[in-house]
């Protein structure tokens, strides 16, 4: 299980791909108050896409990392998630998993009910529910979640320096331009307006340069 391909689903910060790369080959992102180790292989990806899956994000719980809401997937809430697949080994996929929770890499996961069922339940952690997502290539696409629904938790308010690291990602990844980036995530969050987000992340406007 180990060797096989996967594609792992980021949706919230590993939408970038400097970021994601600090899971992989360990280190500290860009904004983040800590770093990973990365996993046992730390290859990059051998392959990325931009993709869209069914469902939204919202935010909820308190990230120590960016010192406010974390993202969270739920396939049941309406509309689309903005996503970027990774071609990544079963192994790594695991690896990532366990540093999203905070814990040493090393331990490989059983793919075999996600796989079969389309959602398992590894442990009642923030990420430790794991969703099949479809397949792209012949490989599955795999993300993982809370255990719990968007309507089940209480939503916090996101950082600005995480909206940003979305944003940057959204950005990169789809190739979306300030509007759409910002409507896009003020669904997710109501502590957020979209013009609010989009004050945040558009480019500084320089004073002296004439128009």
Not at 31 to 51: E, H, K, N
Not at 162 to 171: E, F, P, R
Not at 190 to 200: E, K, M, N, V
Request: hydrophobic residues 40%; proline residues 8%; glycine residues 10%.
């Amino acid at each position: 299980m180990t060797s096989r391909l996967v594609w792992y689903v980021g949706y919230g910060s590993n939408l970038r791909a400097d970021r994601f790369a600090c899971y992989l080959a360990g280190g500290t992102p860009v904004g983040a108050t800590r770093g990973y180790p990365g996993c046992r292989d730390t290859s990059p990806p051998l392959a990325a896409r931009a993709v869209e899956v069914p469902g939204g994000i919202y935010f909820a719980t308190e990230s120590p990392v960016w010192l406010g809401g974390r993202a969270f997937y739920d396939p049941d809430l309406p509309g689309t998630t903005a996503a970027r697949a990774y071609l990544v080994t079963a192994a790594q996929f695991a690896d990532v998993a366990a540093q999203e929770m905070y814990r040493e890499p090393g331990a490989d996961l059983d793919l075999t009910a996600v796989l079969a069922d389309g959602r398992h339940v590894l442990g009642p952690g923030r990420y430790e529910t794991l969703l099949r997502l479809g397949e792209h290539d012949g490989h599955p696409a795999l993300t993982f979640t809370a255990p719990w629904s968007a309507a089940d938790v209480e939503h916090t308010k996101p950082s600005a320096a995480y909206l940003t690291m979305l944003a940057t990602g959204l950005a990169e990844a789809h190739g979306w331009a300030v509007g759409r980036i910002a409507d896009y995530l003020a669904r997710g969050t109501p502590f957020w307006t979209a013009a609010g987000i989009a004050a945040l992340i558009s480019p500084p406007v320089d004073p002296t340069r004439r128009s």
